[in-house]
C-alpha cells in the first residue's frame, strides 16, 4: 500500500534529471565555434557508439497540457523548409562524426514528428542512414499523435527501420480531452496499435498523464483498465507538469478544473497499484515495463541509463540532436540548439552550427550526475564504485547531502549503509526528491523565478 500522506511531503518544485547539471544552467557563452572544437575533440579517435535524436516542432493543435517545444501550423511550406534545414545540419555535423562510430540509437520527438508525410519521412530517414552507420539491432523510435495518422504512415515507418513507436494517449476521458483540447476517440488509437502490428512494429510505447483537468480517479481508473488491456510492452504515467508561467498557453486550462492535490496522490496511488497489479514493474520516474522488456531487464542489470528522452536502454552512448532546442550532449559537453525556427533556420541555412546555450561540465559536476544517473536507474549507488572512480571520499564528498538524506533515511525510503545507498519502498516514488539532495545547483536556481514542475 502506498502512503500518500507520506508523498504529499515531498511535493515541491524539482528537475527530472534528464540532465545533470539541469538545463537551465546552460549558458549563451557556450557558443556555435565552442561546439566545433568540442565536436572535433569528441569525435577524435573515439570509436564508441552514439545515438541521434531529431526534433520535429510541428502539430495539428495545440494541448493545452503541452510542455515541448512546437509550433501549431497547417502551413505545409513550413516543414518543407525545416526538413531541408535538418538535412543541412545533418549533413554538416557527419563530416565531423567519426565515420566508424555506430548508431545504435535514433529517437524522432516533437512536436508531432508524425505530422510529416510518409514520403517526407522516408526521404528524412534514408538521409539519417546515408551520413551515419547504424548497427543492425539499433533501437530506432518515433513518437506518435494517432490523430491524423495513416496506414501508409506506418508502411513508411517500417520501411525506414523504426521497431519502437509511443502512442501519445494521455486520458480516454472524454470531457478531460476536451478541457485539453485534444479530442482523440479511443478506436483511433486502437487502430494505430493494430496498424503497428501489422507491418511488424511491436515494442509499444503508451503514454498517459496524470493530473490534468477534470481528471478523477474513477475516470482515470477506467482509462488505466483499457489501457492494460491493450498490454502495451511499456507504459508512462506522466505528471502533468502546470507551470503556466513558464508555458502561457497552460492559462487556456480553467483552474477551477485541475485536480486538487490530494487527488493527484490518489491518481498517482491507483496507477501504480492497478499498474503492479497487471504485472508492470515499476522502473521509476513514471515509468512502467514488463518483465520481459528490455528496460526491466537493463535495470536489473544496471546497464540503465537516462537522457533528454527518459529512461534508455543504451548506455554510454555519445547524444547527437538535430532540428530546434535540441541538445546534445557528448563527453562532458551539453549544447543546445536556437529555441526559435527562425534562428534555427537562419543558423543552418548558412552553414554554422545553431547553437544557443550550452556547458562543460566540471569534474564535481560529472561525480554528481554519476551518483543522480546511478540512483535513478538503478535505486541503489555503490559508494565504493564512486570513490575508486573518482578518487574521492564519499561520505566526506557529500557530507551536505547525506546530512539532507537523513531525513529520508528516518522515514524508511533510503538505506544508507557502509557501502551502499538502496532506495526502499515508496523511495521509488520521491527519486526526484533523493535526487535532489545531491545537486549542487539547486539553490541558485530555485532563487530566480521557478523552474520546475512539481515532483509528486
Ligand atoms: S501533440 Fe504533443 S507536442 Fe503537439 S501540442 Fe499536443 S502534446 Fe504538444
Redesign the pocket.
Known amino acids: 500500500m502506498i502512503d500518500v500522506n507520506l508523498l504529499q511531503r515531498f511535493d515541491k518544485p524539482g528537475p527530472r534529471y534528464t540532465s545533470y547539471p539541469p538545463a537551465p544552467i546552460f549558458s549563451p557563452t557556450y557558443t556555435e565555434k565552442l561546439f566545433e572544437v568540442d565536436l572535433i575533440r569528441n569525435n577524435d579517435e573515439n570509436y564508441d557508439p552514439i545515438s541521434l535524436y531529431v526534433h520535429i516542432p510541428f502539430?495539428?493543435?495545440?494541448?493545452y497540457?503541452?510542455?515541448?517545444t512546437?509550433m501549431?501550423t497547417n502551413n505545409r511550406s513550413h516543414i518543407q523548409r525545416y526538413v531541408s534545414a535538418l538535412k543541412k545540419e545533418i549533413e554538416h555535423t557527419a563530416q565531423y562524426i567519426n565515420k566508424n562510430r555506430r548508431v545504435v540509437q535514433m529517437h524522432w520527438g516533437?512536436?508531432?514528428p508524425t505530422f510529416l508525410e510518409p514520403n517526407e519521412i522516408e526521404v528524412l530517414a534514408a538521409f539519417f542512414h546515408s551520413h551515419f552507420t547504424f548497427r543492425d539491432d539499433a533501437e530506432i523510435s518515433i513518437?506518435i499523435?494517432p490523430r491524423g495518422l495513416t496506414y501508409e504512415h506506418f508502411l513508411a515507418l517500417k520501411k525506414s527501420g523504426f521497431n519502437r513507436i509511443s502512442l501519445?494517449v494521455q486520458d480516454f476521458t472524454e470531457d478531460v480531452q476536451r478541457a485539453v483540447n485534444?479530442v482523440q476517440p479511443e478506436h483511433i488509437t486502437r487502430q494505430a496499435m493494430d496498424w503497428a502490428y501489422s507491418v511488424g512494429i511491436r515494442n509499444i510505447n503508451i503514454d498517459l498523464i496524470y493530473g490534468l483537468p477534470l481528471q478523477t480517479v474513477e475516470s482515470f481508473q477506467t482509462t488505466l483498465d483499457k489501457i492494460v488491456e491493450l498490454s502495451p510492452n511499456r507504459i508512462a504515467v506522466f505528471n502533468f507538469a502546470y507551470v503556466p508561467w513558464m508555458k502561457p498557453h497552460q492559462k487556456l486550462i480553467h483552474p477551477e478544473d485541475m485536480p486538487s492535490a490530494e487527488t493527484k496522490l490518489a491518481l498517482l496511488k491507483s496507477t501504480i497499484e492497478t499498474l503492479t497489479n497487471a504485472g508492470y514493474e515499476y522502473i521509476g520516474m513514471d515509468h512502467f515495463a514488463k518483465p520481459s522488456d528490455e528496460m526491466t531487464v537493463a535495470q536489473k542489470e544496471k546497464t540503465l541509463h537516462r537522457n533528454f528522452q527518459g529512461y534508455s536502454t543504451k548506455a554510454n552512448t555519445d547524444l547527437f540532436a538535430f532540428g530546434m532546442s535540441s541538445i546534445s550532449h557528448f563527453g562532458t559537453v551539453y549544447a543546445q540548439n536556437e529555441k526559435t525556427l527562425a534562428e534555427y533556420s537562419e543558423a543552418v541555412e548558412n552553414n554554422r552550427f545553431a547553437t544557443s546555450v550550452g556547458y562543460r561540465m566540471t569534474n564535481d559536476d560529472t561525480i554528481r550526475k554519476e551518483v543522480i544517473m546511478r540512483l535513478m536507474c538503478d535505486l541503489e549507488l555503490s559508494k565504493r564504485e564512486i570513490e575508486e572512480r573518482f578518487r574521492i571520499s564519499f561520505d566526506e564528498y557529500f557530507s551536505d547531502a547525506l546530512q539532507q538524506l537523513e531525513e529520508f533515511v528516518l522515514l524508511g525510503l533510503i538505506r544508507n549503509s557502509y557501502d551502499k545507498i538502496t532506495i526502499e519502498g515508496a523511495g521509488r516514488f520521491i527519486l526526484r526528491n533523493i535526487a535532489m539532495c545531491f545537486d549542487a545547483y539547486l539553490n541558485k536556481t530555485s532563487k530566480q523565478k521557478p523552474l520546475y514542475s512539481r515532483t509528486v
Open positions: 502539430c495539428d493543435t495545440l494541448c497540457f503541452c510542455g515541448c512546437t501549431v516533437g512536436g508531432t513518437e499523435d501519445g485534444r
